[in-house]
């Protein structure tokens, strides 16, 4: 494992099996360094908002599976897999990918020398860190720790937190939302230091799936919360208002942050900021900038009592893509240094810099408008939110699956023409089996001593029950995959036994 940077506080990560990934056995120290309230970006941002009529944020998203496809059955990334194979298929493409995880270490440098304000958030699997480390990719770290760890890079570049295996959180076992989210937090530490740690203070989830039953999202926003996250990146057609219409009725709203609220069936309630990714082509709209030319149309809008920058927020895959691969390095920087030459009012933006800004202008997360996930106004508006009991919850998505064939508790997300849970009873079900047994092991055995996650027995077992749950082995469908899906878990069941 790759030592972390020595931060402030003094904490290192270290010590662990050679091989594994640094995804457990730190967590006491982790969310010392994770839960505060301390401003991140507004005391460094050279944003002045009243200056500001509109603005924009895109964040990159960068992943790559790991699968068991290396010498002898190594674990391997998919990467890898593809420089090792570039006669097969799109394998060709790798050394492509790889200049485009390393690139914007290079572009953000470039703007910053020449007089730019640039902006860009990073959104980079556990999976595909742990491949950097594993390979060792140096010549995409370097670069990447340099806009990461060098104090006058720190108003540009925002890095979100994400599952470390890329699992899609509605059909991810309750219990393992944390989990996902404190390894990535432990690989990235591992690589950056605990000081760029302490700086993520945003979420990615992958696919941009949004748990829509009631306790999964209620325990998902927990999970985050808990982990130190302060605000949630959504898919706009993810969320509805609390009367259930959809953010077309008002479209000015997903222009501004969000409060995410979710009820359990308990009645309970919990509440995250969130960012209104717009619905689109995700790759053609961040790879020509379309979010820059949206907010040169946008102007000021009242949240609360006060006028503020509307933000235009897009996502998309990093390196996926003719128009990301070629179209994106011209696009990015050139909307920048327009941004230099023309005062147009308009500029970039970081999430958590642009609601830390909002916050310093007298904006509070009571005056946001509120969301749900989608559906949700059916369930409540059945049962009403008095007296709610799981019993209550479970008749009425019941009567509601009946009713309407297009309500689902399956969440949404940015691929919503594709279920993530329907056919793939396959890897669904050994999925949910390899998390039953990990938590039957080692749930009792940590509760008496916290010291057990940092044994290669418990790290081994993690590992396994979070890479059956990568998403790709669905998403990509029936066959080679589904086939790493089943190899993970038979080599799981031997460290959950």
Not at 91 to 120: D, M, S
Not at 217 to 226: D, G
Request: contains cysteine.
């Amino acid at each position: 494992m790759i030592a972390a940077a020595p931060s402030s506080n003094g904490y290192h990560i270290h010590g662990a099996k050679p091989g594994l990934p640094p995804i457990s056995g730190w967590e006491a120290e982790i969310a010392s360094v994770v839960n505060h309230d301390d401003p991140i970006f507004a005391p460094h941002s050279n944003i002045n908002l009243p200056n500001v009529k509109s603005g924009f944020a895109c964040a990159l998203h960068m992943h790559q599976p790991t699968i068991p496809a290396g010498q002898d059955g190594a674990l391997i990334s998919n990467l890898q897999h593809m420089f090792e194979n570039q006669h097969i298929g799109d394998n060709h493409n790798a050394p492509t990918f790889a200049w485009c995880y390393k690139r914007i270490g290079e572009f953000i440098p470039e703007l910053v020398q020449n007089g730019c304000n640039p902006r860009i958030m990073l959104d980079y699997s556990g999976n595909l860190l742990w491949d950097f480390q594993q390979t060792p990719r140096h010549d995409i770290l370097e670069p990447l720790k340099t806009i990461t760890n060098d104090i006058q890079y720190h108003p540009y570049v925002e890095w979100l937190g994400t599952m470390w295996s890329h699992a899609v959180a509605p059909s991810t076992p309750i219990p393992d939302l944390k989990l996902q989210i404190q390894a990535w937090q432990h690989q990235f530490a591992a690589l950056f230091g605990y000081d760029a740690l302490r700086r993520v203070k945003g979420f990615s989830p992958p696919e941009m799936h949004l748990p829509n039953n009631p306790d999964t999202l209620y325990e998902y926003i927990k999970a985050l919360k808990e982990c130190g996250y302060r605000w949630l990146l959504v898919q706009e057609d993810s969320v509805e208002r609390l009367n259930g219409d959809d953010f077309h009725k008002n479209g000015d709203d997903k222009y501004v942050p969000n409060r995410l609220v979710a009820r359990n069936s308990h009645g309970e309630t919990i509440s995250i900021t969130a960012l209104i990714k717009t619905q689109g082509s995700d790759t053609k709209l961040v790879a020509q900038m379309q979010p820059y030319h949206e907010a040169k149309a946008r102007g000021k809008q009242k949240v609360g009592n006060v006028e503020v920058p509307s933000c235009v927020a897009q996502i998309a895959d990093g390196e996926n893509g003719g128009v990301m691969m070629n179209e994106f390095p011209d696009g990015f920087r050139n909307a920048f240094y327009s941004i230099k030459d023309n005062n147009e009012g308009v500029v970039g933006f970081n999430g958590t810099e642009y609601i830390e800004l909002l916050e310093q202008a007298g904006v509070t997360e009571d005056d946001y408008p509120v969301c749900q996930a989608v559906g949700q106004h059916k369930i409540w508006n059945k049962i009403g939110t008095d007296n709610v009991t799981p019993e209550k919850v479970a008749k009425a998505i019941a009567e509601l699956e009946k009713e309407d064939d297009r309500f689902h508790m399956d969440g949404a997300s940015w691929t919503n023409d594709l279920s993530w849970v329907k056919g793939y009873e396959n890897v669904l079900g050994p999925m949910n089996e390899l998390s039953a047994g990990f938590h039957q092991k080692f749930d009792s055995r940590v509760k008496e001593d916290g010291n057990v996650t940092r044994t290669p027995e418990y790290q081994e077992a993690l590992l396994y029950t979070m890479l059956v749950e990568t998403s790709c082995f669905r998403y990509w469908g029936q066959g080679a995959w589904t086939d790493y899906a089943r190899e993970l878990y038979n080599r799981g069941q031997h460290f959950v036994q």
